[in-house]
Antibody
Framework: QMQLQESGPGLVRPSQTLSLTCTVS??????????WSWIRQPPGEGLQWIGHMYYSGSTYYNPSLKSRLTISVDTSKNQFALQLFSVTAADTAVYYC??????????????WGQGTMVTVSS | QSVLTQPPSASGTPGQRVTISCSGSRSNLGKNTVSWYQHLPGTAPRLLIFLNHERPSGVPDRFSGSKSGTSASLAISGLRSDDEADYYCSAWDDSLNGVVFGGGTKLTVL
């Protein structure tokens, strides 16, 4: 069974860059079967889709974050990454990585990481 | 505000049947399938329903989903105390060209 695990700093200063990595185990990130996704949950709020990427480079970003966002894949490490630039306190959230099967026969996020809390504060 | 609309809370007693609604628009629920997630604080969200009414293996048949037009619902029968969690609906939105979620419904088992 594939597993996903987020890692990265728990504290980021305002105006700096938030960088997280998701390590995929139990399967290959370059299998071509999944979109590799980031989702977040600010404190007291609901889930917000950030974006996702196909291993070959195609990306889909939330329009509200697109200007500050990069999602990338490192097939050699079986990891994918999130970079969110110029962060503010509004970016404080639990960040989840997840996989979304490419096939239209699923159309959902079927496996998620445990999540990592990131606080933006000086 | 979330693109998909859910009631903020729902409740029921053990053994009861509860339903949670999810309302959207033509660009999301009207054209695409809905999925539902169960989320306990501090844990990974769990996929409960995909393609409107399909259950992943391991999800009991007490959980069922349906969709009609721009609305969807999740039903939980034989309510148990460990069903107490937050529930989210989600769908692809053709106008936003991205995934949207509901605001979540906190289910309390009385």
């Amino acid at each position: 069974q594939m597993q996903l695990q987020e890692s990265g700093p728990g504290l980021v200063r305002p105006s700096q860059t938030l960088s997280l990595t998701c390590t995929v185990s139990g399967g290959s990130i370059s299998s071509g079967d999944f979109y590799w996704s980031w989702i977040r949950q600010p404190p007291g709020e609901g889930l917000q889709w950030i974006g996702h990427m196909y291993y070959s480079g195609s990306t889909y970003y939330n329009p509200s974050l697109k200007s500050r966002l990069t999602i990338s894949v490192d097939t050699s490490k079986n990891q994918f990454a999130l970079q969110l630039f110029s962060v503010t306190a509004a970016d404080t959230a639990v960040y989840y990585c997840a996989r979304r099967p490419v096939t239209v026969n699923v159309d959902a996020f079927d496996i998620w990481g445990q999540g990592t809390m990131v606080t933006v504060s000086s | 505000q979330s693109v998909l609309t859910q009631p903020p809370s729902a409740s029921g007693t053990p053994g009861q049947r509860v339903t949670i609604s999810c309302s959207g628009s033509r660009s999301n629920l009207g054209k695409n399938t809905v999925s539902w997630y169960q989320h306990l604080p501090g844990t990974a969200p769990r996929l409960l329903i995909f393609l409107n009414h399909e259950r992943p293996s391991g999800v009991p048949d007490r959980f069922s989903g349906s969709k009609s037009g721009t609305s969807a619902s999740l039903a939980i029968s034989g309510l148990r105390s460990d069903d107490e969690a937050d529930y989210y609906c989600s769908a692809w939105d053709d106008s936003l060209n991205g995934v949207v979620f509901g605001g979540g419904t906190k289910l309390t088992v009385l």
